[in-house]
């Protein structure tokens, strides 16, 4: 079964920086197209950047670009997604998650694990 586990979140003030991991057990993840996903209170999950396997090609959504980061450590098998600049709106669980190609479009192919919570407040 494949397995992700996210870390790294934590409360951070505004224009404030935090980098999520992604740790895998069980599988190689390098082979894998990932991506990040966030929910917020009271609101559905969305995709927030995704990686393709072989690191390729990423994607950012709109919220988000010229702020993350996202990258992948093939030696430690693991995907980052550096956050900088944060905003308040970007609080919210973060998850990650296999996707589909890591295309203009993505979507979650995998399970979720318990994910990372991110807090941004002053």
């Known amino acids: 079964q494949l397995q992700l586990v996210e870390s790294g979140g934590g409360l951070v003030q505004p224009g404030g920086s935090l980098r999520l991991s992604c740790a895998a057990s069980?599988?190689?993840?390098?082979?894998?197209?990932i991506g990040w996903f966030r929910q917020a209170p009271g609101k559905e999950r969305e995709g927030v950047s995704c990686?393709?396997?072989?690191?390729?090609?990423?994607n950012y959504a709109n919220s988000v670009k010229g702020r993350f980061t996202i990258s992948r450590d093939n030696a430690k098998n693991t995907v980052y997604l550096q956050m900088n600049s944060l905003k308040p709106e970007d609080t919210a669980i973060y998850y990650c998650t296999t996707t589909s190609p890591c295309g203009r479009r993505w979507w979650s192919e995998g399970s979720w694990g318990q994910g990372t919570q991110v807090t941004v407040s002053s």
């Open positions: 069980g599988f190689t993840l390098a082979y894998y197209h």
């Open positions: 990686i393709s396997a072989g690191s390729i090609s990423t």
